[in-house]
């Protein structure tokens, strides 16, 4: 091995970078003939190479269509993409993907499956000015989130169930504009004959169960997994005693949270508020 090229088993972005300097070598291109073939610098495919700067997908549509690789790249990309995610999500999103029904608990901001591209940019924005992520890894994580939300147009979509904390209503997340939007996309979801959306209103105060995000998914097979996130992580529980609790607590919290009449009058309300 070169000793100033990266070890191609430390992480994903190495993998590409490895992956695209053999198929480089094996075409006899320099990184100055690669870069104009791709329609990038050479410089920037130095980087690449050496896992020094994130991969985006345009850069690995790229390589795929100048290498003739059938997706090798992208899938790579993919891999790599997934990877900066919160750990233990990427699990939890081949399990959503395939759920048959949704039952979800969220705290502050509104479920990723319902966010607008716009909302969901700005809370990406957000994490780039905090230095969580990179402008890169926003626009791949807006574009995952849009991957996900295609579990509504399946022919047998799953049938979704979502209680919000009344705080996702009302913090103003990308300004009046993007929560009027945002609004209006969730009171267009809650009309969807198999989507159920309410309101567990702060009046609910200790009583409510959950003190973060919860997802309980039931699968093909008809076992429930259930998914929780920290700050640092998410979780994938298949204990059947850990996800039979959160299921009663569930089951509660659906019971004391407002009406699905009561909940829409209250989206509307706050809608109004940002005219």
């Not at 993998?15 to 094996?26: I, N, Q, S, T, V």
């Not at 608990?105 to 990406?124: D, I």
């Not at 626009?139 to 995952?144: L, S």
Request: charged residues 25%; contains cysteine.
């Amino acid at each position: 091995m070169d000793f100033n090229e990266p070890d191609a088993t430390a992480s994903p972005l190495a993998r590409f970078g490895a992956e695209l300097r053999r198929m480089r070598r094996a075409m006899g291109w320099s990184q100055t003939e690669l870069g104009r073939r791709m329609g990038y610098s050479n410089g920037m495919v130095s980087y690449v190479e050496r896992a020094k700067k994130p991969v985006t997908h345009n850069f690995a549509v790229r390589a795929d269509e100048v290498f003739d690789t059938g997706g090798t790249f992208y899938e790579l990309w993919r891999r790599y993409s997934r990877a900066s995610l919160l750990e233990g999500f990427p699990e939890f999103a081949e399990a959503e993907g395939r759920c048959r029904k949704l039952r979800t608990f969220e705290l502050s901001v509104m479920p990723g499956l319902f966010q607008t591209k716009e909302y969901a940019s700005a809370l990406a924005a957000a994490a780039v000015l905090r230095g969580s992520i990179t402008e890169e890894q926003a626009a791949e994580r807006v574009e995952f989130l849009a991957n996900r939300q295609r579990i509504f147009e399946q022919k047998a979509a799953p049938v979704v169930h979502a209680v919000l904390d009344q705080s996702c209503l009302v913090r103003p997340v990308g300004g009046h504009d993007v929560m009027r939007a945002q609004l209006d996309h969730l009171e267009k979801l809650a009309r969807l004959s198999n989507v159920t959306i309410q309101v567990a209103p702060f009046s609910l105060a200790e009583h409510v169960p959950f003190t973060m995000p919860i997802v309980l998914l039931t699968l093909p097979d008809r076992s429930v997994v259930g998914y929780a996130e920290s700050q640092a992580r998410g979780h994938l529980a298949r204990g059947r005693e850990a996800v039979a609790a959160w299921e009663s607590d569930y089951d509660q919290l659906q019971v004391e949270s407002l009406s699905k009449t009561a909940s829409l009058s209250m989206i509307r309300a706050v809608r109004k508020e940002h005219e």
